[in-house]
């Protein structure tokens, strides 16, 4: 692995000074762009300029990774998030920047643009408890306009290269189906809880199908959709659930391992039906499964109780802001608040996404991917 990282980073600084040769335009084109699709685990400032209850803009989120001005950005974690870094490993030349931020125009959506928004779910009803949040569907709606921005700026054909063969198209969606919908305690607040988890499955693969095949239709090609973590045992279910430090709560579980092998069906069912196509699924649950049962020896010292957050035995209920209490060791929590890993967390499962093998992403792994 390390051996490997070393070689890399030559060919990388090979290939950079090579670069240093050509022009300006023909150095353009060399660049690697990422589409960011998903909920507040990769949200990078969308939900700033919304009127909702789901926002991360206040102290101490952030802390380790402020804006220029020290603001937090809007991350739903101390850090960086794992599409942040995952574009850094992937040698891509800056961050995606939130699709509703003003600064988001011209040439700033060369290097790709994040659509994310915290509360997000693949049902447009997913997440409504927090007022408002970009579903699946608006996100892929805005897509669209992008691309319109694209053809704009770079010419039809130029815009179709950097989209089908130089873009990286990741998909983080599916946790506040289950968490804020279908889990809900409050009927009201969820039009889906008479149903068997079987049919609510069912409407979230249906509804996902025809997301990612409009994202095709828009010339992604190279895609990466990440299955839903074991949301039992983030520090929120176990709080309110009242288990033991290694106990998870099994029903959340359950319908994530559930979902999750409809998943895997249904990027196989796409990989064999679009043309040129390549869905890469992004084993994210057993990823934090194994952080979760082997959290010392990856470095950690606390895998359930939030760094920041409030209430019950696990810091799990009172989301993280300025009046919570916060860890003194950041970078030794395997979660940063009732329900986001910290930034410690993102590097560890960013680099099996990059480079790990077919346990945590199949059928290649997103260095291979990118290669393609
Ligand atoms: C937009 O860019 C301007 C000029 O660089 C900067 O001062 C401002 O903070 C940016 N705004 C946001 C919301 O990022
Ligand atoms: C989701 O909401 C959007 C905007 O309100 C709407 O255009 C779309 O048709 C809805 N999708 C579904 C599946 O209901
Ligand atoms: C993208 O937008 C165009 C123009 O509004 C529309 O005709 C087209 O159907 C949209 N495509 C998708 C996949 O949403």
Redesign the pocket.
């Known amino acids: 692995m390390a051996m490997e990282k070393a070689a890399w980073a030559i060919m990388v600084v090979v290939v950079l000074c090579a670069m240093a040769h050509v022009g300006e335009a023909d150095e353009k084109e060399l660049e690697t762009a990422s589409f960011v699709f998903g909920d507040s685990l990769v949200d990078s400032?969308n939900n700033?300029y919304l009127p909702t209850l789901s926002k991360a803009d206040m102290r101490p989120n952030g802390i380790d990774f402020a804006?220029?001005?020290g603001d937090p950005t809007g991350r739903f974690t101390n850090g960086r998030t794992i599409a942040d870094i995952i574009g850094e490993l992937l040698g891509q030349p800056d961050y995606a920047?939130p699709f509703l931020?003003?600064?988001t125009t011209g040439s700033a959506i060369l290097n790709g643009v994040n659509y994310a928004s915290g509360g997000a779910g693949i049902l447009n009803g997913t997440g409504k408890i927090f007022v408002n949040r970009l579903g699946m569907d608006i996100q892929v709606d805005y897509f669209n306009i992008t691309r319109q921005q694209l053809d704009d700026l770079l010419g039809k054909a130029k815009a179709k290269e950097l989209l089908m063969k130089r873009s990286i198209f990741s998909i983080t969606i599916g946790s506040n189906d289950f968490l804020n919908n279908y889990l809900l305690p409050v009927i009201s607040a969820t039009e889906r809880a008479r149903e068997s988890p079987d049919a609510f499955i069912d409407s979230l693969i249906t509804n996902l199908r025809s997301q990612l095949i409009r994202l095709y239709s828009l010339d992604a090609r190279k895609v990466v959709v990440a299955n839903v973590g074991p949301i039992g045992c983030i520090p929120y279910q176990k709080t309110i659930n009242k288990v033991g430090e290694d106990e998870c709560v099994g029903l959340p579980n359950q319908l994530a391992l559930q979902y999750n092998a409809r998943l895997r069906d249904l990027l196989a069912e796409l990989n064999d039906n679009l043309p040129g196509a390549k869905f890469v699924l992004a084993n994210v649950y057993d990823l934090v499964m194994d952080l979760l049962t082997n959290y010392q020896s990856h470095g950690f010292k606390q895998a359930s109780h939030a760094c920041c957050g409030n209430g019950g035995q696990y810091q799990g209920i009172i989301p993280c802001g300025p009046s919570s209490s916060m860890c003194d060791d950041r970078a030794a929590y395997v979660f940063w608040d009732p329900y986001h890993p910290s930034e410690a967390s993102n590097v560890y499962l960013a680099k099996f996404i990059v480079d790990g093998d077919t346990n945590y992403v199949s059928p290649i792994n997103l260095r291979q991917l990118m290669k393609l």
Do not use: I, L, R, V
Request: charged letters at 10%.
């Open positions: 400032g700033n804006a220029s001005d920047p931020s003003p600064n």
